[in-house]
C-alpha cells in the first residue's frame, strides 16, 4: 500500500468549483447574462436568480418567473443538507419546487426517498445548458465547468464501481477530500438498504470522510450497537478500520455506572472476536477477497493503562488520571480503543489502492456480521 500524500491542492477553475458558494455565483453569473437556460431545467425562465435570498431559508440559488412560479435550488458538494435544513426548504411560503443541485452520485438521495417533493440537478448537465449559448464570455465558461464537473462524476462512478475491470477504479483516485465525502453518502445509503444504521460523516480536526454503520446486539435498540466504521487518512492513500462494541445514551438518559459497565463488559467477553487477527482469519475463510484489503500497521488494539474499573464507576469526570491530569481515554484505556466510555474498539488498515466503494460497503456489512454472529447468548 502506498503510503504517498493522497490529497491534492487543485488549481484555477477546479479549485473555484470544489466550493459550493463559488457554483452558486458563478450560475447566478450565468443568470444574469442568459437566464433562458433555465427553462429546461426548472421548467421555466426566472425573472430575477437570487443568491441566499431572505426569507426563503437562504437557499444558494431562488429562481422567479413572470408569472410568480419560483424555485429554490440548494447545491451541495461535500457538505450535508441537515434535517433542519431541509425541513425550513420545505415549509418556505408559497411551496416553491425544490430542487437539490449535486454530483450524479447524490441522485439517489432524492431518488431513494418517494416522499420526499424534491427533484434533482446533474450539476454537470446545470452548466452543460449554457454551453449553446450565443455569449462567448459564458459559453466559454460553461464549456470548461461542464468538462471539471464531467470528470468528478467520472471519478466518483468508477471509484464506487467494480476496481477489477475496464470500468473500475480504486478509491485512491479521489484525491480531493469532497468527492471522498460524496461517495461516503453513497456507501452509507447502500448499507441501510442492507437493513444496516449508517452515517456519512467527518472526523473532527481536518475534515477526513469516515462512514460509519452499526447494528443492534440482541434484543437492542441504535442506543447499544455493533459498530464498524472506516476512515479516511492524511497522510496516506488508505482507511483506518474500526470495529467493536459502541454504546450511546438515549435521549433523557445520563451515562451512568450501569452503561459503562455493560458496554464494557460486553466487549471484554469477547475479547478474542473483537481483534485484527481473528477479524482477518474469519474473512480469510468467509470473503476471501475482502480479506486481501485488510492488513495491520501497528497495533490492533492497546496496552491498558491505568484504572478504567475508577472509569466504570464514576466516569471521566468523577475520577483524576494517576498523573494527576484531566482524566480522558489518553490518560486511562482499557485494551480497546475508543474515544468515550462507551466505545471499545480494533482496528485494521484498509487498502485503498485496490479497494472500491462496494469493497467498503461489504467489508462493512461483513464485520457487523462477524461481530453479532460473536456476541454471547
Known amino acids: 500500500m502506498t503510503t504517498s500524500q493522497p490529497w491534492i491542492r487543485t488549481r484555477g477553475l477546479d479549485r473555484i468549483l470544489a466550493r459550493e458558494t463559488s457554483i452558486s455565483d458563478l450560475l447566478q453569473f450565468l443568470s444574469d447574462r442568459n437566464s433562458e437556460p433555465w427553462a429546461e431545467l426548472v421548467g421555466f425562465m426566472p425573472k430575477t436568480v437570487e443568491r441566499e435570498a431572505i426569507g426563503s431559508n437562504q437557499a444558494d440559488l431562488l429562481l422567479t418567473a413572470k408569472d410568480g412560479r419560483v424555485a429554490a435550488i ?6 450535508i443538507m441537515s434535517a433542519k435544513q431541509q425541513a425550513n426548504y420545505e415549509s418556505l411560503p408559497g411551496n416553491p419546487s425544490l430542487y437539490l443541485a449535486a454530483l450524479s452520485m447524490d441522485r439517489q438521495r432524492v431518488d431513494a426517498d418517494s416522499t420526499l417533493d424534491w427533484s434533482f440537478l446533474s450539476l454537470a448537465q446545470v452548466f452543460e445548458a449554457w454551453t449553446d449559448t450565443d455569449d462567448g464570455v459564458s459559453r466559454a465558461l460553461a464549456n470548461h465547468a461542464f468538462v471539471v464537473l464531467s470528470e468528478w ?13 475496464a470500468e473500475g477504479k480504486p478509491l485512491n483516485i479521489l484525491t480531493q477530500k469532497f468527492l471522498a465525502r460524496v461517495l461516503t453518502r453513497r456507501i452509507a445509503a447502500d448499507l441501510r438498504s442492507r437493513g444496516r444504521l449508517s452515517k456519512a460523516d467527518v472526523a473532527s480536526g481536518g475534515g477526513l470522510p469516515l462512514i460509519q454503520a452499526w447494528t443492534p446486539i440482541r434484543g437492542e435498540d441504535e442506543y447499544r450497537c455493533f459498530m ?35 458496554a464494557h463488559e460486553l466487549s471484554q467477553s469477547m475479547d478474542t472476536h473483537i481483534d485484527f487477527p481473528a477479524l482477518k482469519r474469519y474473512m480469510n475463510v468467509a ?27 464514576y466516569g471521566f469526570a468523577g475520577t483524576s488520571a494517576a498523573n494527576g491530569k484531566k482524566n480522558s481515554r489518553q ?36 464485520t457487523l456480521s462477524y461481530l453479532s454472529d460473536r456476541q454471547p447468548a
Open 228 to 262: 464498524a466504521e472506516v476512515r479516511w487518512q492524511q497522510n496516506n492513500q488508505g482507511g483506518k478500520l474500526r470495529f467493536g462494541v459502541d454504546f450511546g445514551n438515549r435521549p433523557g438518559e445520563p451515562e451512568n455506572e450501569e452503561i459503562r459497565r455493560t
Open 74 to 79: 440548494e447545491v451541495k458538494l461535500g457538505h
Open 331 to 366: 490518560q486511562t484505556t482499557p485494551a480497546f480503543f475508543g474515544d468515550s466510555t462507551l466505545r471499545f474498539q480494533a482496528t485494521a488498515d484498509v487498502d485503498f489502492g485496490n479497494a472500491n466503494g462496494q469493497d467498503i460497503v461489504n467489508l462493512l456489512d461483513a
Open 287 to 313: 470473503h476471501p477477497q475482502l480479506a486481501g484489503l485488510l492488513t495491520q500497521d501497528g497495533v490492533s488494539r492497546p496496552v491498558a493503562k491505568g484504572d478504567w474499573e475508577q472509569v466504570v464507576r
Open 153 to 165: 462524476d467520472w471519478l466518483l462512478s468508477r471509484a464506487f464501481g467494480p476496481a477489477r475491470g
